[in-house]
């Protein structure tokens, strides 16, 4: 199994930044792609941006230019860098890892989700 915690939600102001963080532990082999999702109230949820085990990356049009992942292999831990942020970035933000497990294989494993919340 594969633990996530993430961290670094919370209150910001339109315009602010926040950093999200999110720990792997566990049985883990190897992590291939990492992905961080967000769920805004009454709204699917949805990919925000993507790492693939050699850095390569993707964003949604709605982030680029202002959020920036980032990953550290050696400790299993996935960043989210969000800049200029605006209401409608509110949401509850989830990590998720695709990673190769001892016994299990390949699996996708998804953190607890943490509240970021921006104010007009």
């Known amino acids: 199994q594969v633990q996530l915690v993430e961290s670094g939600g919370g209150l910001v102001q339109a315009g602010g930044s926040l950093r999200l963080s999110c720990a792997a532990s566990?049985?883990?082999?190897?992590?291939?792609?990492m992905y961080w999702y967000r769920q805004a109230p009454g709204e699917q949820r949805e990919l925000v941006t993507t790492?693939?085990?050699?850095?390569?990356?993707m964003y949604a049009d709605s982030v680029k230019g202002r959020f920036t992942i980032s990953r550290d292999n050696a400790k299993n831990t996935m960043y989210l860098q969000m800049n200029s942020l605006n209401p409608e970035d509110t949401a509850v933000y989830y990590c998720a890892v695709d990673a190769n497990l001892r016994l299990l294989g390949m699996m996708r494993s998804w953190g607890q989700g943490t509240q970021v919340t921006v104010s007009s």
């Open positions: 790492i693939t085990s050699g850095g390569n990356t």
């Open positions: 566990g049985s883990i082999i190897s992590i291939n792609n």
